[in-house]
């Protein structure tokens, strides 16, 4: 089987979208190298790359924007921790017509009320746009209130979900972390 190398790329406002990370990194397994990185770390996507996971909690709707971070933090009274940029901004900075590339999304979403959007289809949709190829459907996590915590079961799904991205022929190996300094 050839090597597979994987980036999984997160905004997170509270940690969940971090722990739901680091657990589909944890459960892409063995086809090759796995690197997780922190959206403001992120970077450019290396040419050899075969597959970007990308995950995001929803915010009004869709992706967030500084504005969105900015209410999240005063509301909960504390930083986040994607305050310097967000998904939406880094997506923006990829050069389109890329080829060669799949790609899976996630989002992390409030589990009552349920409200509608999706920060993973927005992503997938734009990543489209720039010319990846869509591995699977987007996915989503669901979390307790506006903090968290994840919902009951959730850190198993996603790992479950990061093997199943394996098994559709998708990365393994060691999880190389990367956040913002």
């Known amino acids: 089987m050839a090597m597979t190398r994987t980036w999984v790329v997160y905004e997170s406002m509270f940690g969940n979208t971090r722990e739901v990370a680091s657990a589909v990194a944890e459960g892409l397994g063995g086809a090759g190298p796995v690197e997780l990185h922190e959206v403001s770390a992120a970077g450019p996507l290396p040419p ?34 994607s305050a310097l940029m967000g998904v939406r ?4 900075s990829i050069e389109p017509g890329r080829t060669g590339t799949a790609f899976a999304t996630f989002d992390t979403r ?5 409200v509608p959007g999706s920060a993973a289809k927005k992503a997938a949709k734009r990543l489209r746009k720039l010319g990846l190829t ?3 459907p987007p996915e989503s996590f669901w ?28 990365p393994e190996r060691g999880v190389r972390r990367h956040q913002r300094p």
């Open 48 to 81: 050899d790359l075969d597959l970007l996971v990308v995950g995001a909690p929803t915010h009004a709707f869709g992706l967030s924007r500084p504005s969105s971070r900015d209410d999240a933090s005063s509301k909960s009274g504390h930083p986040v921790e």
């Open 134 to 136: 869509q591995a699977v």
């Open 110 to 114: 409030v589990s009552h009320p349920r």
């Open 89 to 92: 901004e880094w997506l923006e």
């Open 143 to 170: 979390v307790h209130g506006l903090e968290g915590p994840l919902d009951e079961g959730e850190l198993e799904r996603a790992g479950a979900w990061g093997r199943a991205l394996t098994e559709a022929g998708a």
